[in-house]
């Protein structure tokens, strides 16, 4: 028995080693527009889609897996990889949309806490700066360890959703059900809508910018293959929690917005806002704190981890130990990304939803590359030695990979 | 004589002497165990596989490379072993800078294409790490070749001489083959060698590690982050890791033997010279954050009866780091502490001056002092030294300013 407790003493210690960069990837991945398309999700279908959180969830783990896992085999980030598998134009292409694509979701999660803050009151030409300088602040002058730190709590605040999905009174029992039968009535699934709801709700688990910062925060830590195991856990953990969070955001609006016919929401704040006469003051008051938090928090690592896979991809200075005029690229790319990305949202009628749809755009042609490419690099045995993937693996893999670049094509086309 | 980029030959075709295309360049190959610089070979990819083209039969380079022997005549490529290959090698990958002292990474290889005889010889001249590599690798093939030499002659150039390259190589018998000895490496400051070090992975600090000469390593090794010294010393095989710990200042080593699992440290323990591991041993007994963790068991000590060409004589004989011999301490019968001299006095006084007439009072501590104490001791008394003795008053070590210093920096 005391045996057994000190294994399992020696095991948790190892895990706390190494908890954080899956675990936050995972839940930074619940941002504002994640919550959005949760909230719509539940208030337009109920409890029908619940049932895509279970492969979602399970795609999510293996494509994790493998960026951790290349972390800690090759100490490279995923940018580097890129570039001396497969050389410089490849990378020079990939770093560019990179770039497009994080500036849209930056400024995504300005115009979120622009808008959460606004539910309380607080204008968004004061909110915006001082979240701007906050986020630059943090960052420059953090180190790893302590950002780190902040993250993890950040990521616990999350709990604020799961809180509000309980103050909904949802059913229980239908929300389990739904999770594991078919949606009932088949008008539901010829539903264009429907199809169209489902699709984004897988596109907005698995994004580019998430393989490229789990890699290089894995790298960053230290976490070598001994520890791997440990690491696993960390991404397997993070992604269910990130899962269950999710659940709850659309259990919270099917048994309020759907039950009462509220299906048209047209931001994460405004589901917030939707939810308080329904849902009571607390679950709207949960709501808009939670979204802030996702948003500062989202807002916090977009422009550092494009700022370090550009340079790093294309052979600039990085990393926060050097001086400005060292690694002028890097925290030029970091400030303007920052700077820029909140800017926009203090100028008036800026077409801010045009400039959305553009790098949902190209995120979505982005992503497909970057699964191929970590799926040939897992695959690449003078790479990974005998870390390869297993053949189990890579039909999980592929079968993600080729699902999601399918639904993809189909948001685009669709959209377009 | 012209410059060549290697991305501008690869993808070339290949004309054997019949004049017929039989294949694309891929590769251009030297080999270091004949001439560092020089390419020994091409490789085509024929229809047959891919083929060494040797150096001496390429007549010329461009858009078409052309070759004065027949393409049976080559043999098959049998792979990288012993051979550096310019673009997997080097093409995207990372390089140590020597003369910028930092890690790059290549955009481009240049080499001297030069005609001698009926042939044309290649020496590999710099690696480009700059805009312009970058530039031509974007748009080649894109743009007509003369408009992108226009639009690359506008953009200055930054390459670094092939001299103050070193690669990176991680496997062992291959460093070997291409002569990879981290010469340039070597010589920089360990302190430099250090900040490269850190920006590496882990698989290749663990190659310069095992390149480095032990004492250059040793020194590299005090100068690096704690966490990854420790990653590092858990990657080496115990045996080298040992020769390294060895040469280290015994404090120093010390402190990293304690940061190691115990299992680890009794390994490198084991394969250490009796000597140095039992100092080792005994300063890993204390607690790291007290004086006596924090100091070197190397200092000078004469006796005191001595003169300053005893003293002199000491000095010669020491080969501990520099900073311990600011002071020369005395000691009497049973290793007790009777003073201390500073270095200047008795480079200034003549050698047959009695060392009593110069002793000072040695500032001392206890073993058990808390390291904070002893910063407040130098902040105090302005040291540049300070000594260890134990309750009956015996010399067991000394702290130095460096120490110090990197004891506040790291808090």
Known sequence: ?416 | MSVVALSEMLGASVRDASGSVCGRLREAAVSPQEHATRVAFLVVRTAEGDRMLPAEAVKSLGATVRATTAASTWHPFLGFDGVLLLKRDLLDQQIIDVHGRKVVRVNDVELYSNPTDSHLTLDVVAVDVGARGAVRRLVMGLVPSFTLRALLEKIPPRVIPWQYVDLIEIDPARRVKLKIAYEGLSKMHPADIADIVEDLPPAEQKAVFEALDEEVAAETLEEIDPEVQVSILESLDSDRAADIVEEMDPDAAADLLGDLTEKRSDEILKEMEPDERREVTQLLEFGEHTAAGRMTTEFVAVDDAGTVADAVEALRQFDGSSEAVATVYLTSAGNRLSGAIPLVRIAISPPDMRLQSLSEKASTCAPDTPEKEVAELFDKYNLITLAVADEHGRLSGIITADDVISMLRNG
């Open chain 1, 1 to 416: 028995m005391e045996a057994l407790l000190k294994q399992w003493r020696t095991r948790i210690v190892l895990f706390l080693a190494v908890v954080g960069p899956g675990f936050i990837t995972a839940n930074v991945d619940n941002d504002a527009g994640g919550i959005w398309t949760y909230s719509v999700a539940g208030a337009q279908f109920g409890y029908t889609l619940l049932w895509a959180m279970i492969p979602t969830t399970i795609a999510l783990v293996v494509v994790q897996e493998m960026a951790s896992r290349m972390g800690a085999v090759t100490g490279k980030g995923l940018s580097d990889l890129i570039r001396e598998e497969f050389g410089f134009r490849v990378t020079f292409w990939l770093m560019l949309a990179l770039v497009i694509t994080n500036f849209g979701n930056v400024m995504a999660e300005f115009a979120g806490v622009a808008s959460s803050l606004e539910l309380f009151g607080v204008s968004r030409y004061i909110v915006v700066p001082v979240a701007a300088a906050v986020v630059w602040l943090l960052v420059v002058k953090g180190t790893y360890d302590s950002v780190e730190k902040i993250f993890l709590v950040a990521s616990g605040f999350y709990v604020c959703y799961i809180v509000a999905g309980v103050l909904a009174h949802p059913d229980w029992r239908a929300a389990t059900f739904a999770m594991v039968t078919r949606p009932e009535g088949t008008d539901v699934i010829n539903n264009y809508g429907y199809v169209y709801m489902l699709v984004g709700l897988v596109g907005t688990t698995i994004a580019p910018w998430m393989q490229f910062y789990l890699q290089a925060s894995v790298v960053e830590k230290g976490v070598t293959i001994r520890q791997y195991s440990a690491s696993r856990w960390d991404v397997i953990v993070g992604c269910l929690f990130a899962a269950i969070v999710a659940w709850f955001i659309i259990v919270a609006c099917a048994a309020t917005l759907h039950t009462a016919g509220v299906t048209h929401i047209m931001s994460a704040a405004d589901a917030a806002q939707a939810l308080r006469p329904l849902a009571g003051e607390y679950a709207y008051l949960l709501f808009a704190a939670g979204l802030f938090n996702a948003s500062l928090f989202a807002a916090s690592i977009l422009p550092i981890s494009t700022a370090y896979a550009v340079c790093e991809g294309l052979g600039f200075e990085s990393g926060l130990d050097k001086k400005f005029h060292e690694a002028p690229v890097f925290y030029w790319l970091y400030t303007v990304l920052i700077v820029a990305g909140a800017g926009v949202l203090l100028v008036p009628n800026f077409p801010l939803p045009h400039i959305m749809v553009l790098s949902q755009v190209v995120n979505g042609v982005v992503l497909p590359f970057v699964l191929i490419f970590m799926l040939l690099l897992t695959n690449d045995r003078e790479l990974m030695g005998t870390h390869v993937n297993s053949l189990l693996f890579n039909v999980i893999a592929w079968v993600t990979v080729v699902t999601m670049i399918g639904l993809t094509i189909t948001m685009l086309v669709t959209q377009g």
